[in-house]
């Protein structure tokens, strides 16, 4: 529907009318003047065609100032009503890209593939259904990066965990820089809660920051950190005596990312194959409940420049007249 945001200054339209019937008309100077009675017919037909042209050129003008009018009063199309999402949370995905995270100890659509494949489907779902989030995306190997800032676009975020790769950070595991990194980047953006999603599959090997450190930082920032840990319990693996029962998940230091959790507020999830990644995926749903539906609103499309456009084609309009009428006179 269409709405004028300024309905007021319709009020104005007839100050023109106003102005013309009880304004005081402009002086004339008076001449003498010489009779001649042979050009009395000739007088009175161009008199004629001029008050023709003028009232041509008086309802130009009338057209001209409804259009300035109509421009003036803001005119709107507002479209059907939209449900806005409030605001919700800074959260932060810290995803480990090192190279153990390409141990095919979990199972994809009923084949075997990489944690960091699972990861990448389990958490894009969990991305895709954090309406009202901010969300912003660090891959972390030797060194931690910041692959996607905090943004509602949850498209980008997902697709950008859809393009990372075994060792793009480094073959090592920086737990400890990947959350100074996020405490770092989320002081930026305060006046919201914030949480660090951190999922890795070993120990902190590398970088300057223990994780308990960090995880004394984050606390003091506000920042609560759940941590995963990921990989399978058992695998088998063909060896010269043939195939043998391994834990390839010994690597994993679940105390450490106990402590970290628990120090920030937090709470640790262990996930040993796909079916745990997603049940922990739904607990962090439940634990940090997604924003409401907020209030609706309606898009507004402003329509002024329809009105002031064909104002000024009217003007050009007259103008064209009056410079046509000044050149017959002459």
Known sequence: MIHLAWPWL?????????????????????????????????????????????QRGLWLAALIWVCLLAAASRPQWLGEPVSVPQSGRNLILAIDVSGSMETPDLDLNGSRATRLDVVKQVAGEFVSRRG???VGLILFGTRPYLQAPLTFDHTTVRQFLNEAVIGV???????????????????RAPGQEAVLVLLTDGRNTAGVLSPRQAAK????????????????????????????????SADLDEG??????????????????RQDLEAVYARLDELEPVAGKGQLVRPVTALYPWPLGAALLLSLILSALGLRRRQVAA
């Open 256 to 273: 450490t990312l106990k402590a970290v959790a628990e120090a920030t507020g937090g709470q640790y999830f262990r996930a040993r194959d």
């Open 10 to 54: 319709l009020l104005a339209l007839p100050l023109p009318w106003l102005v013309r019937r009880w304004g005081s008309p402009a002086p004339t100077g008076s001449s003498g003047a010489l009779f001649a009675p042979f050009v009395v017919g000739l007088t009175t037909a161009a008199a004629a065609a001029t008050a023709r042209r003028a």
């Open 132 to 134: 009202g989030d901010r």
């Open 169 to 187: 950070a480094g073959r090592e595991t920086a737990i400890g820089d990947a959350i100074g990194l996020a405490v770092k980047r989320l002081r």
């Open 217 to 248: 930082l984050a606390a003091q920032s506000g920042l609560r950190i759940y941590t995963i840990g990921v990989g399978a319990g058992q695998m088998r693996v063909r060896g010269l005596l043939g195939t043998q029962l391994v834990n390839p």
